[in-house]
C-alpha cells in the first residue's frame, strides 16, 4: 500500500495550480541470485529439483511448500495403500510359494516298499495320491505367484506423487511466480522524496507496507 503527503507552497487564489508532477515508479528490478538457489524445476521423469544445487524434493514436500493440504491427504492416502498393497503381495506370494512347495514335497514317493508292495495300492492309492499332491502343489503356487505380482502391480501403479508431469509443472509454475514477487519486493518503511511542481519543489512521504 502507497500512502503519499506532500508538503509545498499554498496556491494562489487568482490562479489556478497545475497538477503536482509526482515520480515515476522505479522499474521492477531484476530477479535477484537467490531466486536461482530456490527455483523448482520438473524434469520429464517427473523429478523434482530445487535451485541451482539440483537438490532432489519430492511431491508431498511441494504439497507442503505450496500449503496444499488436499494434495498432502491425497498423497498420504495413496502411501498408505501402496504399502499395504505390497505387505500383501509379499505374504500372498510366500504363502503360495510355500504351501505349493509343501504339497509338492509331501505327494507320497511311489518307489516305496509301501506303494510297491501290491499293484492295486500302487495304481489305486500312491499314484492318484501323487497327482493329486503334484496338481494342487503346482495349482497354489501358481495361483500364489500371479496373485502376488498383481497385487504388486497394483501398489507400483499407486503412485503417492498424486500429479503427472504437467500437473507438477502448473504448481511449480506458481510457487516459482509467487517466489519471484516475494524476492523483488521492496522492503517496506517510509520514503522521502523531493517532487518538483509548476509551483515549486516539494517533499512527498511514501510509507509501504
Not at 505380482?149 to 509443472?169: I, K
Not at 504448481?171 to 517496506?188: D, Q, T, V
Request: charged residues 15%.
Amino acid at each position: 500500500m502507497l500512502c503519499v503527503f506532500l508538503a509545498g507552497p499554498a496556491a494562489s487564489a487568482a490562479e489556478p495550480t497545475p497538477p503536482p508532477v509526482l515520480p515515476t515508479e522505479a522499474a521492477e528490478p531484476a530477479l535477484p541470485p537467490e531466486f536461482l538457489d530456490q527455483a523448482l524445476k520438473v524434469d520429464g521423469k517427473n523429478q523434482i529439483t530445487k535451485g541451482r544445487a539440483q537438490t532432489a524434493l519430492t511431491h508431498r514436500e511441494l504439497f507442503e511448500l505450496m500449503g496444499r493440504t488436499d494434495l498432502l491427504t491425497k498423497s498420504d492416502e495413496l502411501a498408505a495403500r501402496r504399502k499395504w498393497l505390497t505387505i500383501g503381495a509379499v505374504a500372498l506370494g510366500a504363502v503360495g510359494i510355500g504351501t505349493g512347495v509343501t504339497l509338492i514335497a509331501t505327494a507320497p514317493n511311489l518307489a516305496t516298499p509301501t506303494c510297491e508292495r501290491s499293484v492295486q495300492i500302487y495304481n489305486e492309492v500312491c499314484v492318484p495320491t501323487a497327482s493329486a499332491h503334484n496338481i494342487s502343489g503346482t495349482a497354489v503356487l501358481v495361483t500364489g505367484v500371479l496373485g502376488a505380482l498383481l497385487m504388486a502391480g497394483f501398489a507400483y501403479n499407486t503412485d503417492p506423487a498424486v500429479l503427472d508431469r504437467d500437473g507438477t509443472a502448473a504448481l511449480i509454475g506458481s510457487f516459482n511466480s509467487k517466489l519471484a514477487r516475494a524476492l523483488r519486493r521492496p522492503p517496506g518503511g517510509l520514503r522521502l522524496l523531493p517532487v518538483v511542481t509548476p509551483d515549486g519543489a516539494t517533499l512527498t512521504a511514501s510509507l509501504r507496507f
